[in-house]
């Protein structure tokens, strides 16, 4: 596909489990992102990779979240011990380089979190 | 700190043309994008501003003046199609130009 792709599409889990939520970029793209979004409001960031290299992990809530890109490719988004205030929507989003001229992200179209 | 502004709710009429205004504070910035995102859909780009002045892509333009920490979406024609949440997310509240901060969003409603 050409597109930003994410699977699963959609994860219920119970409280206390462990998720990982995979992202694969659009191919030759060296940036990539992790949002969430919570309904009504727009994409709150949490994470950014330059190739596989984390740069800023600033927004990740808690050190329940972690992300990482080994090969500078496809990206995985886990959480453990999962809670409820952890249900939303998951994006990722990657883009051609870092800022750029036209900052222009493509974003995936999310997992949809749901902590039971 | 950081704030950012824009209406939470438009309605204009199919034909029209509606203006979506952003003000906006930041510790940094790049530049102004502008994203839409129907409901149930992914966001998706529409501009970026990183100089001031008027941009133009078909029936949509966006502005930014830099001096004033405001820019504008500009959507021309409306169509029914564009009834959707529009996103100005100023870049660059991070350590770089990549960090987009996004607000509520305006809700625009296209009405026959």
């Known amino acids: 596909g050409a597109g930003v792709s994410q699977s699963p599409r959609y994860k219920v889990t119970k409280r206390g489990q462990d998720v990982a939520l995979r992202c694969d970029p659009i191919s030759g793209h060296v940036s990539l992102y992790w949002y969430r979004q919570a309904l009504g409001q727009g994409p709150e960031f949490l994470t950014y990779?330059?190739?596989?290299?984390?740069?800023?992990k600033s927004g990740l809530p808690n050190d329940r979240f972690s992300a990482e890109r080994p090969e500078g490719s496809i990206s995985t988004l886990t959480i453990q011990r999962t809670e409820q205030r952890d249900s939303a929507m998951y994006r990722c989003?990657?883009?051609?380089?870092?800022?750029?001229?036209?900052?222009?992200?493509?974003f995936g179209p999310g997992t949809r979190l749901t902590v039971l | 700190g950081q704030s950012l502004e824009q209406p939470s709710e438009v309605t204009a009429v199919e034909g029209a043309i509606v203006q979506i205004n952003c003000t906006y504070q930041?510790?940094?910035?790049?530049?102004l994008s502008w994203y839409q995102q129907h409901d149930g859909g992914a966001p998706t780009f529409l501009s970026y501003n990183a100089l001031d002045g008027l941009e133009e892509t078909g029936r949509f333009s966006s502005f930014l003046s830099r001096s004033d920490s405001y820019g504008y979406l500009l959507l021309q024609e409306l169509q029914m199609k564009d009834s959707a949440s529009y996103f100005c997310a100023p870049a660059g509240a991070g350590a770089g130009s990549y960090q987009l901060t996004f607000g509520k969003g305006t809700k625009l409603s296209v009405i026959p």
């Open positions: 990779f330059n190739y596989e290299a984390q740069q800023d």
């Open positions: 989003a990657s883009s051609l380089d870092g800022g750029g001229s036209s900052n222009e992200q493509f």
């Open positions: 930041t510790s940094g910035f790049y530049g």
